[in-house]
C-alpha cells in the first residue's frame, strides 16, 4: 500500500505563538520553537458560516428586489446582521481573519438590497395610490 507524506508548511508561514518560520513542518506537529500544535495555517483558507451567510443573503437580497420587497428585504436585514457576528466573531477570534472580506461584501450588498427593496416597495405602494386615488 502506497504511502503519501504528510502536508507540510510552506513557505511564509510562522507560527502565530512565537513566530519561527514552519517550512517543511507536517500540519498536526508541534512548533520545534515553543511547542504550540500547527493548525493554524490550515485554518486560514477557511471562512466563517456568517461571513458566507451574509454575502449569499446579501446577493439574494439584491437578485430579488424585483420581488415587491417581500423576499429581499429580510434577506437584506439578514446579511446586515450576520456580517455583524461574523466581524464581532473575528474580533473575538473565534473566526479567521480571512473571513472579514465576505462580512464585508455581505453587509455592502445588504444595504444594497435594503435600498432596492425599499425603492421597489415605495414605487408599488405609489402605484396602488394612484389607482386608489384616480
Not at 504528510?6 to 508541534?30: F, M, N, R, W
Not at 461584501?105 to 396602488?128: D, E, H, Q
Amino acid at each position: 500500500m502506497q504511502e503519501y507524506p504528510e502536508p507540510t508548511a510552506k513557505s511564509g508561514i510562522h507560527c502565530q505563538s512565537c513566530g519561527y518560520d514552519l517550512v517543511g513542518v507536517a500540519i498536526g506537529q508541534k512548533c520545534p520553537e515553543c511547542g504550540s500544535e500547527i493548525m493554524q495555517f490550515a485554518v486560514k483558507t477557511q471562512s466563517s458560516g456568517k461571513a458566507i451567510a451574509s454575502m449569499v443573503l446579501g446577493i439574494v437580497s439584491i437578485i430579488t428586489c424585483m420581488g415587491y420587497g417581500i423576499i429581499g428585504m429580510p434577506c437584506a436585514i439578514l446579511a446586515i446582521i450576520f456580517a455583524k457576528k461574523a466581524r464581532l466573531a473575528v474580533q473575538d477570534g473565534t473566526a479567521p481573519a480571512s473571513s472579514l472580506g465576505m462580512a464585508t461584501a455581505g453587509k455592502v450588498c445588504g444595504w444594497i438590497g435594503v435600498g432596492l427593496n425599499s425603492l421597489m416597495l415605495l414605487y408599488i405602494l405609489f402605484i396602488i395610490a394612484v389607482l386608489i386615488f384616480s
